[in-house]
Each structure stands twice: as structure tokens, then as C-alpha cells.
């Protein structure tokens, strides 16, 4: 059995930065998939942002994407960490996730003030979309994943091809 000092070890410095597991191709895949997606289809209504750093608490947390109303670039005005809320928050589970850590990372989200969270499972080809804590959508398959908070639509069939 690995002691805590062992495990820690073992970790990237972009796991101990993010707090979140390395990235396979799997996760690349999808998330570039919902990327490309989100800015091909609402790229003039918000902001896309991946890997962008929230001081949430008591930690802070790195999303997979942000999804902002849209706001103009200020390149001389650079922040280390977004002390507002993003509407949306997606996540991308991994492997080593379970469905309790990623549900505990949505309630953090909720608390910091999004609107809406993405669960994204890759192994099972679903999303759940929930607009609070314990309250989701389930889709998968074929279906065409909603957000109604936001007013978003996307093949799934699109997310994970």
C-alpha cells in the first residue's frame, strides 16, 4: 500500500498543479471534440476557455473548459486565477476518477456560482448536464445533449467521434 508521501511522488507536476489526473488521448479526443464544437456552434455567444484556473474554494480548480459570456481579450490584464464564476463548467472524467470525486467537483462549481456543470464520461460515451447540486440530464448514444440554462445543443455523436 503507497503512503500519501509516495503517491504524491509519483505525480506530474500537472497533476499536483491541477489536482487532477495527466490527460490520456482519450480525454484529448474528446475534449478538442467539444472545443471545436462549442466554438464552431456558440463561438459568438460565450467565451470558450480550456484549462483555465477558478479560485475556488478552499483549493482552486482547473475545468477541462469554461464556458464565459463573451468578453473581450485584455492581453495587459493577466490573472492567475478567475475570482468570477464561469457560467458553465465541463469536466472530463478519467480512469482514476470516481463518479463521486466528479460530483464533488461539481458541487465546488456550484458553490463558486456556475449555472451549469458537465460530467463527461468518455469510458461510457454519456454526459450528465446538471443545473445544480443532485439535479442533472443524462444523455448518451445518439441523443443530442442539451444545456437549457444555456441554450446549448450538441450531437453527442459529434463529442465522441
Partial sequence: METSVEILENL??????RGKPMPDTIHSIVQGNLL?????????????????????VPDGTTP???????????YKNRQPRRTDPPLCCIEIQSPS?????????????????????????????????????????????????RDEKLGVELPLVAVFA
Fill in 12 to 17: 506530474s507536476a500537472y497533476e499536483i498543479e
Fill in 36 to 56: 471545436f464544437e462549442l466554438r464552431t456552434r456558440y463561438g459568438v455567444n460565450f467565451r470558450i476557455l480550456p484549462e483555465l484556473a477558478l479560485a475556488t
Fill in 64 to 74: 477541462d473548459i469554461a464556458l464565459y459570456q463573451t468578453f473581450a481579450a485584455d
Fill in 97 to 145: 476518477q470516481s463518479p463521486e470525486e466528479m460530483v464533488a467537483k461539481a458541487e465546488t462549481y456550484f458553490r463558486f456560482g456556475v449555472q451549469t456543470c458537465w460530467i463527461v464520461q468518455p469510458a461510457m460515451q454519456c454526459v450528465f448536464v446538471f443545473d445544480g447540486p443532485g439535479s442533472y440530464d443524462f444523455f448518451h448514444g445518439d441523443d443530442v445533449l
